[in-house]
């Protein structure tokens, strides 16, 4: 999680970070602003900003493995999710423990 997402302009790297990652996800979280994590899947977003959410799992390609400082990033299909006060997000369990 990243604190004052949007201000530090952390947008680009957290989208490069997840598309070299495709089954991770990056959650930005504005000033004032928490999730509030329950049963360990159900977040509620709390306080007065937002926060985005990102993630890489629908990803169909991305130029990543070829990008440098010269280059521009291009990342395909993947997911941005903007939650404010009382929505919530279903986090998604790629390797869900045995019951």
Sequence with gaps: MIPHFV???RFIRMTQVIASN????????EEDTAIVVRK?????IIGNSTVIIIDG??????????????SRISIQN???????????YHIPQINPPHK
């Design 7 to 9: 201000d530090l302009g």
């Design 22 to 29: 495709h089954t991770s996800t990056g959650i930005g979280i």
């Design 40 to 44: 360990g899947t159900e977040a509620e």
């Design 57 to 70: 799992f629908h990803i169909s390609d991305s130029n990543i493995t070829e990008f440098n400082k010269g």
């Design 78 to 88: 993947m997911r941005v999710h903007i939650y404010a006060k009382e929505d919530t």
